[in-house]
Nanobody, 125 residues
Framework: VQLVESGGGSVQAGGSLSLTCEAS????????YAWFRQVPGKTREGVAA????????RYGDSVKGRFTISRVNVKNTLYLQMTGLKPEDTAMYYC????????????????????WGQGTQVTVS
């Protein structure tokens, strides 16, 4: 599985950005996708996740109401729409995938995912 993120950049506080993750090499119909973020010296944080099996989504508490995860099935493309950005949203954002199902309470745990993109930097000032 190959995951390629794009769409990161610099934005002022209160602004919006949309991240894209293009996935290829997926073999199974049920997948979990997620966005994580990480700043140097801190653990990777679950931002948003989506399970294709039941279309459930999960958001980290710090982004609820501001970020939206979505997916275009035919393109195998994952999106993260970020609005109301804050300086504390500054991080490297990673796309992750798992070709299996996860219970909802596991969707934001980074150690459950087997495939990762290279990351895209988001800076909010």
């Amino acid at each position: 599985v190959q995951l390629v993120e794009s769409g990161g950049g610099s934005v002022q506080a209160g602004g919006s950005l949309s991240l894209t993750c293009e996935a290829s090499g997926l073999k199974y119909s049920s997948h979990c996708y997620a966005w994580f973020r990480q700043v140097p010296g801190k653990t990777r944080e679950g931002v948003a996740a989506l399970a294709t099996g039941d279309a459930s989504t999960r958001y980290g508490d710090s982004v609820k109401g501001r970020f939206t995860i979505s997916r275009v099935n035919v393109k195998n493309t994952l999106y993260l729409q970020m609005t109301g950005l804050k300086p504390e949203d500054t991080a490297m954002y990673y796309c992750a995938a798992l070709q299996s199902r996860l219970p909802p309470w596991w969707l934001l745990l980074p150690d459950k995912y087997s495939d990762w993109g290279q990351g895209t930097q988001v800076t909010v000032s």
